[in-house]
C-alpha cells in the first residue's frame, strides 16, 4: 500500500487536467500525483471516480449533518432556483430569508433573536468581530477594540479570523495580522484529565486565565472574548465541567461581549441546537455556518441577542445602522437550503439522535484507548479526537498513514498531524459507528 497522504486507488483524471485547480488548505503537489476525487454521494457514502463507497466519517468537513443528498433539501433547492435565482439583500429581500431567521431563532438560547446572513463560517467570525467593536462604539466605548481568544482555537481564515486563531502554522505566514489580540490558554492537559469522557472534570480554573489578562490589559480596551465552545480543528477539546460558566461571569462582570463560534458545533453536533444549549451557557452572539444548510448551499450567520442588536439600532430611521454585509447574504438558494435542512433535522429527530447515539460513540472511541500509539481519546456529542504519538522524527507521519489507511479501508476520517478527528452525519446507525472505530483499529495495528 503506498503511505503517502493521500493514497487513492487510480483516478481517470490526467496531471495534466488537475494543474489549474488549487486546491485550499491541500498540498497540491502530492494531491494532484495521488488524488482522491470524489463523483457521488448519498446519506453516508461517497462514491469515488474509480467507483469504491466509502464512508463518510468526517460529514465532509464537520458540515452534512444530516447525511448527503437529502431529497428535500436537493427539492428545495431545485425549486428556489427556478423561482427566485437570486436577489440582493442590500435594501431589498425575500421571503425565505425572514423565516430562516425565524427559524433559527427559535431554536437558539433565548434571547438570540436576530440572524445577519453571510457565507462562510469565516465570513460569521469577521461579522462578529466588527459587530462586538460597533456595540461598544454605538455605547460611546470606542476604547473597546481588543478580542481575547484562545491557544488550538480555529475561527477560519479571514482577517479578522486569523487574526483571533490560535493555530501557528496558520497564522505564520501572513502577519502583522490584528494586533489588539490576546489569547488564552487551551483546555487540554493530559496529565490532569487524558482519556476524559465527554467534559473533563479537570480544569475549570483555567477561564480564571481571563482576570488574568484584564490585569493586563484593562477590561474597558476588551471587546469580546471568542471561543468555541468545544475546540474542533484544534483537536475536539471538550470544555471542562464549569469552564464556560465562568468565562461567561467574568465577562459579565466587565462589560466584555462573549462569542461562541459553534461552525462546528452548531445543528446537531452535541445533541442539541447548539454547544450553547447543550451547556446551558448564553453568549451574546453565535456564529455558525457548515450544518445551516447541511453544507448544500454555503452559508454562514452570526446570531446576536437583543441587547447587541438594539443598541446597533440607533440613528435616524433611514441611516444604515451596520456598514457592513456580502453580496450573497441571505442567498435564495442557501435559504431554501437552510429551511429545509432544519425541517430535515427536526422530522429525523437528529439533534435527540446524537444525543442518543454519543453514549455509544464514546465507548466505541474509548474502545481504541490500549491500541499501540494511542496517548489520548476525546470525545463529545458525535465529535471524537484520538492523539497518537508522533513517530520520532517524523511527526505528523503516523496520523497521515492511520487516515489513509481507513480510506483504503473505505472510512474517511481526518488525520490532522497526530490526532485522528472523527465527526459523522448524524444519520449514522450503530452499526457504522462501530465500522469506523474497527477500520481505526485495523489501521492502528497496522502501522509502525
Ligand atoms: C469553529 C470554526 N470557525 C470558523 C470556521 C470557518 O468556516 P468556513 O470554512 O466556512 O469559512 C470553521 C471551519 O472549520 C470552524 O471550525
Not at 493514497?7 to 488524488?35: D, G, H, I, V, Y
Not at 441546537?273 to 454562514?300: R, S
Not at 479526537?385 to 507521519?397: F, H, M, N, S
Amino acid at each position: 500500500m503506498t503511505m503517502n497522504a493521500f493514497a487513492s486507488s487510480n483516478s481517470p483524471l490526467t496531471r495534466e487536467a488537475m494543474e489549474p485547480f488549487w486546491l485550499p488548505m491541500t498540498p497540491n503537489r502530492q494531491f494532484k500525483s495521488k488524488p482522491r476525487i470524489f463523483v457521488g454521494a448519498e446519506g453516508m457514502h461517497y462514491v469515488t471516480d474509480d467507483n469504491r463507497r466509502i464512508l463518510d466519517g468526517m460529514a465532509g468537513l464537520w458540515c452534512v449533518n444530516a447525511g448527503h443528498a437529502q431529497r428535500r433539501i436537493v427539492e428545495a433547492i431545485q425549486a428556489q432556483a427556478a423561482k427566485l435565482d437570486f436577489v440582493s439583500s442590500f435594501q431589498m429581500s425575500h421571503p425565505a430569508a425572514f423565516e430562516l431567521a425565524r427559524r433559527i431563532t427559535e431554536i437558539a438560547p433565548a434571547g438570540l433573536d436576530h440572524v445577519f446572513f453571510t457565507n462562510s463560517g469565516s465570513e460569521a467570525v469577521d461579522t462578529a468581530l466588527k459587530i462586538a467593536r460597533g456595540y461598544h462604539r454605538a455605547h460611546g466605548d470606542a476604547s473597546r477594540i481588543r478580542f481575547i481568544s484562545r491557544a488550538k482555537a480555529y475561527h477560519g481564515m479571514g482577517w479578522g479570523g486569523l487574526s483571533v486563531s490560535g493555530i501557528v502554522r496558520h497564522r505564520r505566514d501572513f502577519g502583522p495580522l490584528l494586533p489588539e489580540v490576546d489569547h488564552l490558554p487551551h483546555t487540554h492537559n493530559p496529565e490532569h484529565a487524558a482519556f476524559s469522557r465527554g467534559q473533563p472534570q479537570w480544569g475549570a480554573h483555567l477561564a480564571d486565565e481571563l482576570s488574568k489578562l484584564l490585569q493586563v490589559h484593562d477590561p474597558s480596551t476588551i471587546a469580546a472574548v471568542i471561543v468555541e465552545p468545544v475546540t474542533g480543528s484544534g483537536g475536539v477539546l471538550p470544555p471542562p465541567v464549569g469552564y464556560l460558566e465562568r468565562l461567561r461571569k467574568i465577562c459579565d462582570q466587565h462589560g466584555i461581549l462573549l462569542i461562541f463560534d459553534e461552525v462546528i458545533t452548531g445543528f446537531g453536533r452535541l445533541g442539541a441546537a447548539f454547544g450553547a444549549n447543550a451547556f446551558g451557557v448564553t453568549p451574546d452572539i453565535i456564529t455558525c455556518a457548515k450544518g445551516m444548510t447541511n453544507a448544500a448551499v454555503p452559508m454562514g450567520g452570526v446570531i446576536a441577542s437583543g441587547k447587541v442588536y438594539d443598541a446597533l439600532m440607533q440613528g435616524p430611521d433611514n441611516a444604515i445602522e451596520l456598514f457592513h454585509g456580502y453580496t450573497y447574504s441571505a442567498h435564495p438558494l442557501a435559504c431554501a437550503a437552510g429551511l429545509a435542512a432544519l425541517d430535515v433535522y427536526q422530522d429525523l429527530g437528529l439533534f435527540e439522535r446524537a444525543r442518543r447515539l454519543a453514549p455509544v460513540w464514546e465507548n466505541h472511541a474509548h474502545g481504541l484507548r490500549d491500541l499501540p500509539h494511542v496517548i489520548d481519546i476525546r470525545n463529545i456529542g458525535l465529535l471524537a479526537a484520538i492523539d497518537l504519538k508522533p513517530r520520532e522524527g517524523a511527526p505528523g507521519a503516523r496520523g497521515s498513514e492511520c487516515a489513509n489507511r481507513c480510506y483504503e479501508d473505505g472510512i474517511l476520517i481526518r488525520g490532522s498531524g497526530d490526532t485522528l478527528l472523527i465527526s459523522p452525519p448524524l444519520i449514522i446507525t450503530e452499526e457504522q459507528i462501530a465500522d469506523i472505530f474497527a477500520a481505526i483499529r485495523r489501521a492502528l495495528t497496522g502501522i509502525s
